[in-house]
């Protein structure tokens, strides 16, 4: 996805100097040939690859996560992955050539009556565009669900079986802090599925939505190309807005990272400072010498329990809490 990104980027980034400057259109900057102008087009049709493999991350996250596919399932149709966007996508960039053409600000595919045919702008632009965001929605608003549903569920399971457990114990009534915590976790992981959907697509569609409205109201009026009445705006939201999936991705890839390695040294902050993860102050037993012991053994379970939330907390640094 990244080499596509790369290739279509680039050539996009060439603007008009690849084309034909015998064009019956004069573009400033033109300095190509029919050839070039060719070969600029191919590239730039570069950005269905990406498209798609795009779609194959919203697959992906669909079966792990919300078909519940192992991981050797996964590894059997990796290379579907891989194979399927790069095989459309070069089709669609050979089945362009003989279409390619100036477009003002780079050679691609033009829309009717400047094309004399619908149905190259249909198959490279529109019909990619509108299958990806309609499917890679619907994947990813499915996971969500199945990441909700699932949460709430363990949530009321904690619930319940803390509840029955406090009942039976009289001495622990006030100690509901453990199923708080079970409860915030569960919301927590709740949000970041819910973000992490959110952020995924919405860099889908600040890519991708506005190269499609430029399509249509290039479409839906010709009258307004290369004239003063084009959209500026559209246009330069178009050539900044497009070749950025790549970028986006590596922001979204990276940030629960950063977020996680931050919750895990405040995490840590707070067990040095005696306190728990919440930021209350872990209980002391003030009682007889047997219950003091007692409580001993509980708070270095749940010193274990708090290290043991993070996957980053190693099995040296559980030790090191419990020789403290």
Same mark, same amino acid.
């Given at each position: 996805m990244s080499?596509?990104?790369?290739?279509?980027?680039?050539a996009m980034a060439l603007s008009s100097f690849p084309i034909d400057k015998d064009s019956p259109l004069t573009v400033f900057g033109a300095?190509?040939?029919?050839?070039?102008c060719q070969a600029?087009?191919?590239?730039?049709?570069?950005?269905?690859?990406?498209?798609?493999?795009?779609?194959g991350l919203s697959t992906y996250s669909f079966l792990s996560v919300g078909r519940g596919w192992s991981e050797r399932q996964m590894r059997r149709v990796q290379y579907w992955f891989?194979?399927?966007?790069?095989?459309?996508?070069?089709?669609?960039?050979?089945y362009g050539i003989p279409f390619y053409k100036n477009v003002a600000i780079f050679c691609h595919i033009d829309v009717p009556p400047l094309e004399a045919a619908a149905l190259p702008i249909v198959m490279l632009l529109l019909v990619p565009d509108a299958t990806v965001s309609v499917l890679a929605t619907a994947m990813m608003g499915f996971v969500y669900i199945k990441v909700r549903h699932q949460t709430q569920r363990t949530a009321r399971w904690h619930f319940r079986a803390s509840s029955s457990s406090i009942s039976r114990s009289p001495a622990r009534r006030?100690?509901?802090?453990?199923?708080?915590?079970? $409860?915030? =976790?569960? /919301? !927590?992981?709740? @949000?970041?599925?819910?973000?992490?959907?959110?952020?995924y697509l919405s860099a889908f569609y600040a890519t991708h939505t506005v190269q499609f409205y430029a399509v249509l109201n290039s479409w839906l009026h010709p009258q307004k190309r290369f004239s003063?009445?084009?959209?500026?705006?559209?246009?330069?939201?178009f050539t900044v807005l497009t070749p950025l999936q790549g970028f986006w991705?590596?922001?979204?890839?990276? $940030?629960? =990272?950063? /977020? !996680?390695?931050? @919750?895990?040294?405040?995490?840590q902050a707070a067990v040095n400072n005696g306190k728990n993860p919440d930021g209350f102050p872990l209980e002391r037993d003030t009682h007889e010498a047997s219950a003091s012991q007692k409580m001993k053994?509980?708070?270095?379970?749940?010193?274990?329990?708090?290290?043991?939330?993070?996957?980053?907390?190693?099995?040296?640094e559980v030790t090191a809490a419990l020789n403290k």
């Open positions: 080499c596509a990104d790369i290739f279509a980027s680039s300095k190509g040939t029919r050839k070039t600029q087009g191919f590239f730039v049709q570069f950005f269905a690859i990406s498209l798609f493999c795009n779609l891989y194979g399927v966007p790069v095989v459309v996508g070069m089709t669609l960039a050979i006030g100690r509901s802090s453990d199923v708080q915590a079970s $409860r915030d =976790r569960s /919301l !927590q992981l709740d @949000r970041q599925v819910f973000w992490h959907s959110v952020f003063g009445q084009d959209s500026y705006l559209v246009w330069l939201l991705n590596a922001f979204i890839y990276f $940030r629960p =990272r950063f /977020l !996680q390695e931050l @919750r895990r040294r405040k995490r053994c509980e708070e270095r379970a749940n010193a274990v329990s708090v290290l043991q939330l993070e996957p980053g907390n190693s099995a040296q």
